[in-house]
């Protein structure tokens, strides 16, 4: 543990400058090379498919369903399997935010809770 306060003192300006010249450089380099071997449309297409999952494990308001499971559980794509909450749409049927394939529901086993309950 440290006791002295952290102080600013052997800061070179002029080597963080390299340091983050060169993390943008090999950053452009990696992308040019991958661009290269693999083409621009496959690039373009997994910046949007990883762009899509990072967004649909975002919190969103649900809608009320008419046919909302009761219980705990989890919604799966059988595409995409778990990818975060569903659309609904105008009947309540969920939808897979990525694909927009209808998706099921795994219900969470209700009995492990009663046991745990009585357990201490």
Known sequence: MLDEPFEMEGYDAKRFGYFLALVIGTAILVTAIYWAIFGF???EGQVL???DLMMAATVAPVEPATNFPSGTGQY???QDGAVGLP???AAGCPHCP???QVMGFNAAPTNLNTVAARAG
């Open 98 to 100: 990525i694909c927009g």
């Open 49 to 51: 498919r990883a762009s």
């Open 41 to 43: 449309k496959r690039w």
């Open 76 to 78: 799966i794509c059988p």
């Open 87 to 89: 659309g609904f749409d």
